[in-house]
């Protein structure tokens, strides 16, 4: 195991996300929720020295598996993430994420006048190659910009 992941503890069960870039860490809790994770234990290593990236960060959830659509949603704002899936202190499975064809609720329309800002409903974009296009106003954004939704539950 390389040092730097020796920095953060080991977890038994659950999931690593690594090579996260550093800006990116904070969309990344929010993006997987983990602020409404009451029982499973979360460590975070942010600005951890990284031979590729410089400085990376990682986040590693104990006794948690998240669906491929919820980790896919990561691609947004980071798309070189590794995922580890830890089953007895042993990576069982190890991938990237890809970048989901279509975004619902993930992104904010920049768009003021479009409908998506102006009523209470989910947002939805169409992924092309480093573009996104609303699917209600059709303005494209692109993807190294977007900002992700002010709240990821539409119904609060
Ligand atoms: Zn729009």
């Not at 992941?5 to 550093?22: C, F, K, R, W, Y």
């Amino acid at each position: 195991m390389k040092r730097e992941q020796l920095m953060v503890a080991a977890i038994e069960n659950g999931t690593v996300i690594d090579h996260i870039p550093s800006n990116r860490l904070f969309e990344v809790i929010r993006l997987l929720h983990i602020e409404e994770l009451d029982h499973d234990t979360v460590f975070i290593g942010f600005n951890l020295k990284s031979e590729a990236m410089g400085l990376k960060s990682l986040i590693k959830i104990s006794n948690r598996y998240f669906s491929e659509e919820e980790l896919n949603h990561l691609a947004v704002v980071a798309p070189n993430v590794t995922l580890c899936i830890i089953k007895d202190y042993e990576v069982i499975e190890k991938r990237c994420v890809e970048l989901p064809t279509e975004l619902r609720n993930i992104i904010h329309c920049n768009n003021p006048k479009c409908i998506c800002n102006n009523e209470p409903m989910p947002t939805r974009f169409v992924v092309s190659g480093h573009t996104v296009k609303c699917f209600y106003c059709e303005k494209e954004q692109q993807l190294a910009n977007v900002k992700l939704v002010h709240s990821l539950h539409p119904e609060n």
